[in-house]
């Protein structure tokens, strides 16, 4: 096959580490840069994000209202080359009384 998939493990704290794939656990791919991040060999962990709070806190039921979100641990806007990049968020609404 060409690809693999894995689930990560947990960590205690969010920090970058570097994906390698050994066939026997000894030997490595990357071997050059297992102990270096970079870009091909890199994920990235992030914290939980906490909701504070947001509004509005009601909206027209064909959807498209826009809700401002305010909390901790929402992923850095990026930039590239000067350009303002949307970071994506997935949100999953829950009918009220459920978890």
Do not use: C, W
């Not at 270096?36 to 209202?65: A, K, V």
Request: proline letters at 9%; charged letters at 20%; a negative charge.
């Amino acid at each position: 096959p060409n690809e693999i998939v894995v689930k990560s493990p947990p960590v205690n704290n969010p920090h970058a580490v570097v994906v390698a794939v050994g066939l026997n656990g000894q030997q490595f791919t990357k071997d050059k840069t297992l102990h270096f991040t970079d870009p091909e060999n890199t994920f990235h962990y992030y914290e939980n994000p906490t909701i504070y709070d947001f509004s509005p806190d009601e909206g027209l039921s064909n959807g498209g209202s826009e809700i401002l979100i305010r909390g901790r641990g929402f992923q850095p806007t990026k930039y590239e080359n000067g350009t303002f990049i949307k970071t994506p968020v997935y949100v999953r609404m829950l009918e009220r009384g459920t978890r």
